[in-house]
């Protein structure tokens, strides 16, 4: 009787959870981080459609111009096709949950566009694999260098400078909470568990960018967000 409710209180912790857990151990060899990320990158990128994009830019320079007749009928057109993702999304939502994900995964095995994802993603995994196991050593330091010397960022305005060091991709952004809100990012919640508001920020020409470190130091670099900062490397 004891041992079944011990078995029945054991928690099992999602794959997503335990990959969290796992990543930032020392048990695992750099070159299967970078292995990873890859594979997490592939399916989780979101990129915004091409027309979304030229339509954010010819806004803004439909404003830069005071041409206003010609901004709303560019942003009545932008509406429309939002509207039109989102019905998008809602049908692929209804979809998911009438099948379950392998099966429409499977659906898609011969279309073009899924194997050009899947097969790069495949050759990406090949080539760093070959050479993690080629070339072990020297994959080893050089990840040890870069561990030891995280690049480290100071972003200042008007007077007050903060620091902002670009930490792998999967670090929790509530760790450089005082950064990011410095810049304007609002976080909810407290500690470790708090999240930033939003997935995007929006550029000087009006293109959308996921909320991450390297966006935002890109962003600061080549001074295309984020104006009235400076920043430069420490």
Do not use: C, W
């Amino acid at each position: 009787m004891s041992d079944f409710n011990t078995a029945e209180s054991v928690v099992t912790l999602s794959s997503k959870a335990e990959y969290e857990n796992s990543i930032n151990l020392s048990q695992h060899i750099p070159q299967a981080k970078i292995i990873s990320e890859m594979v997490l990158d592939a399916f989780q990128s979101t990129r915004e459609s091409e027309q979304i994009r030229e339509l954010r830019a010819a806004i803004r320079q439909a404003h830069d111009r005071f041409d206003d007749d010609q901004a709303y009928e560019l942003m009545g057109q932008l509406k429309r096709l939002k509207d039109a993702e989102a019905a998008d999304i809602a049908a692929l939502e209804d979809l998911s949950s009438k099948f379950p994900i392998s099966r429409i995964l499977s659906s898609f095995k011969d279309d073009p566009a899924f194997q050009e994802i899947v097969y790069g993603l495949a050759l990406k995994v090949l080539n760093q694999t070959h050479q993690a196991i080629s070339n072990p050593s020297g994959g080893k330091s050089k990840a040890a260098r870069a561990k030891k010397d995280v690049e480290v960022f100071s972003i200042s305005k008007d007077g007050i400078s903060v620091t902002l060091p670009m930490r792998t991709p999967r670090s929790r952004l509530s760790v450089d909470r005082e950064a990011l809100e410095f810049l304007g990012f609002t976080f909810v919640g407290e500690g470790e568990e708090a999240e930033i508001e939003g997935e995007t920020f929006v550029d000087n020409a009006g293109t959308e960018h996921a909320i991450n470190r390297k966006n935002i130091i890109t962003a600061l670099q080549q001074q295309t967000a984020f104006d009235g900062y400076s920043i430069a490397a420490q």
